[in-house]
């Protein structure tokens, strides 16, 4: 009798993850061309400012790439001397409101928020759904009654000309950073409050004690925020600042422009490049405590 053999069958081939599927790295491939797509885009804008911010008045013109065909490193001498004063004035005013605005919103956000998260008052909850619409109003529509009402005060102009845009901001006028810190807290559990009542803690003793150091994470978020919208506000910059020595940085970029159609465009990129590094230098300090803020603050609730 003549034997049949059997075929053996393959063992597939497993990886140290499992078995392996085929086209995995043609997969992963085209994942990662997609993402550096992705990239180029949101790229393209900093990379064509930048090498704008290096070419001629004539180049800008006609040259539309991203390289120079002739370097101008000019621009940025020109542009920062190109005031009765140097350019610095300005990034000094805009860090002296950005650095004010960060303190007013974290001190004043947080003790209405924990107001709103801990205490007990009367109509709490309405006046929470209040400060929670009056995030549907946009800031055009708030900027018209401000000005009048610190037009009336005598605080326009006047001899302090940042009062119109600090003030609010200790005042807890912004309801997105409220918001923020009252979802954080509401994670914050409530036996910590209890038990700094037996250890003899009142309101404000709990706040200084538990509240206060639990809530890092989100006055960090806060913090990075508010630095970063007000750098770059010029809506309201514009509305409050009548003297060209009080001007902000987004403000005086506009000066680069005059009536007349004349304009210096690559000082006008240089002073912009430079404008991005406070923003881009405080993003990459604090983008770990952003993101662990965000994580801890948005989603609880």
Request: hydrophobic share 50%; with cysteine; net charge neutral.
């Amino acid at each position: 009798m003549t034997a049949t053999a059997t075929p053996t069958a393959t063992p597939a081939t497993t990886g140290p993850r499992g078995p392996r599927r085929p086209g995995g790295g043609g997969g992963q491939a085209v994942r990662l061309l997609i993402l550096i797509a992705i990239v180029a885009v949101v790229l393209y804008p900093l990379f064509w400012m930048i090498g704008t911010s290096l070419k001629s008045q004539e180049e800008i013109v006609n040259n539309i790439g991203l390289l120079p065909n002739e370097f101008t490193p000019g621009n940025y001498a020109d542009g920062w001397t190109n005031f009765d004063f140097s350019f610095g004035r300005f990034f000094l005013n805009s860090a002296m409101v950005s650095l004010l605005t960060v303190v007013g919103n974290g001190v004043s956000c947080l003790l209405a928020a924990y107001a709103f998260a801990r205490l007990r008052f009367r109509l709490r909850g309405v006046w929470f759904a209040v400060m929670i619409g009056t995030l549907l109003l946009p800031g055009h529509v708030l900027i018209v009654p401000q000005y009048i009402l610190f037009r009336s005060l005598g605080l326009v102009g006047g001899e302090w000309p940042y009062l119109p845009l600090l003030i609010p901001q200790f005042l807890a006028t912004e309801a997105f950073f409220v918001f923020l810190m009252v979802q954080f807290m509401r994670g914050i559990p409530r036996e910590l409050d209890e038990a700094a009542k037996i250890d003899g803690a009142n309101a404000f003793g709990i706040f200084r004690h538990v509240i206060l150091p639990l809530s890092r994470p989100a006055l960090v978020t806060t913090a990075i925020f508010s630095f970063i919208w007000t750098w770059n506000d010029f809506f309201r910059q514009l509305v409050f600042l009548s003297d060209l020595e009080d001007y902000t940085v987004p403000v005086a970029l506009t000066l680069f422009i005059d009536s007349t159609s004349q304009s210096a465009v690559g000082p006008m990129f240089a002073m912009s490049v430079l404008s991005l590094l406070p923003v881009f230098l405080f993003f990459v300090a604090f983008q770990r405590m952003l993101v662990e803020g965000i994580n801890t603050s948005g989603l609880k609730g």
